[in-house]
């Protein structure tokens, strides 16, 4: 049978738990971004928002870019997010439909997109499927792996139908600065590519945070948010799409977004019950993710690891001792530890493996006691 070579695509983070699958014994699960299987929960007015539209009967295919009253809460908390609404948005199943609805749009064979490396991989895979080319453009690590502009210019040609940012960024949980946003900016409008701006962390943060569409006022710009994060319900599989000054792209989204009839909708209740909300549970999760992030920091600067401090969501990225698939794999084996080997993320991922810094303290220790002892081991 032919299978497309388009499909040959990976995805490290979910790829590792098959190395895992062969390791006899309990490990301590350091791989995946999903704050509901350690100590998190829905919050219950976001839970009630879902089961009340179940409750009601909101049961039905909805319309294809969502339904009215969620996108009037989306343009809402946009607006009091950066100040302005967007002209579109499209709600999705999940950020991850969103990247696929705009790879889809925007790529033919022979183009490119620009894409911060480190990079999380499904930004890979989707250019991989659409048959255009990833181009990674560098990531300062000495600069709390904030993105290159000159890079950025250096890479850029006549065939790249977009920039991506990642901001706060997984897997380094950096922030950028505006200094280093507005150099996005300023590289987007030379040569007239839109911006996708990925901000699914942007209430996880610990330092002064920017939206890109405070900043990007003239140019072309897609941000993409959703609740799988920030209100901690993942399986749930809702996200969006907002659009700015590109309605071409929009209508082009539209009617992928239309051969898939609608994302959930009893779902789709659940993130307008979120966005009309109190976010009382924000500083409670800040807190408690602080006080891991400090402590696996500690524990990295014990044992020799240079790791740059995450200043939001939930992921560190040490460097590591000789090949990262090597250093994971064995981690793995010798101690029981679940990593992902940074190399997963792009090619500056090398020499790198990503940890989430989710799990209880006590847990957290243990991992920590244990990545020490294999580090010595070497
Ligand atoms: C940067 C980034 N974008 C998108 C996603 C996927 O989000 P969703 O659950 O909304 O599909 C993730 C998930 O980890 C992510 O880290």
């Given at each position: ?63 294809s870019e969502g339904?009215?009253?969620?996108l009037?809460?989306i343009a809402?908390?946009d607006e009091?997010f950066s100040g302005r609404a967007p002209d579109h948005s499209i709600v999705t199943?999940?950020v991850?439909e969103s990247i696929e609805f705009l790879f889809a749009s925007l790529m033919d064979?022979?183009d490119n997109i620009l894409l ?7 930004y890979?895979?989707a250019c991989?499927?659409n048959?255009g ?19 950025m210019?250096?890479?850029i040609?006549d065939r790249t139908r977009a920039i991506v940012i990642i901001n ?13 946003l507005?150099?996005v900016v300023d590289v987007a409008a030379e040569h007239d590519v839109p911006i996708i701006s990925d901000e ?11 939206p890109m569409s405070s900043l990007a006022k003239d140019v072309k710009l897609v941000s993409l948010n959703g ?12 996200g969006y799409s907002s659009f700015y000054n590109c309605d071409e792209l929009y209508e082009s989204c539209l009617r992928l977004a239309r ?120």
């Open positions: 049978m032919k299978i497309c070579a388009r499909t040959d695509v990976h995805y490290a983070i979910r790829d590792v738990v098959a190395w895992a699958d062969k390791v006899p014994g309990e490990k301590i699960h350091l791989n995946i971004g999903d704050p509901d299987k350690f100590d998190f929960d829905t919050p219950e007015w976001v839970k009630e928002g879902m089961i009340r539209a179940i409750r009601d009967g909101k049961n039905y295919y909805g319309r339904n009215p009253e969620v009037k809460a809402q908390r009091k199943q999940g991850a064979k022979g911060p490396s480190p990079i999380y991989p499904q890979l895979a991989t499927m048959c080319e990833p181009r990674e453009y560098h990531c300062i690590e000495e600069e709390g792996w904030n993105p290159d502009p000159e890079d210019r250096k890479k040609d706060p960024n997984n897997p380094t949980g950096a922030i950028y600065s505006k200094k280093f507005q150099g699914i962390y942007d209430m996880i943060t610990f330092d002064d945070y920017t609740i799988s994060k920030n209100y901690l319900s993942p399986g749930w599989r809702m051969i898939r009839l609608c994302a959930n909708t009893p779902a789709s209740y659940g993130l307008l019950a979120a966005y009309t909300g109190d976010d009382s549970h924000i500083e409670p999760l800040k807190k408690k993710l602080l006080t891991r992030r400090d402590l696996m920091m500690k524990r990295f600067d014990e044992m020799g690891l240079h790791c740059v401090e995450p200043k939001g969501a939930f992921y560190a990225f040490p460097q590591c001792p000789g090949d990262d698939r090597e250093f994971v794999k064995g981690l793995l084996e010798k101690e029981k530890v679940l990593t992902v080997f940074g190399s997963g993320f792009g090619e500056q991922g090398k020499g790198h493996f990503r940890v989430v810094f989710l799990p209880d303290e006590a847990t957290l220790s243990e991992a920590c006691d244990r990545i020490e002892r294999y580090v010595k081991s070497l």
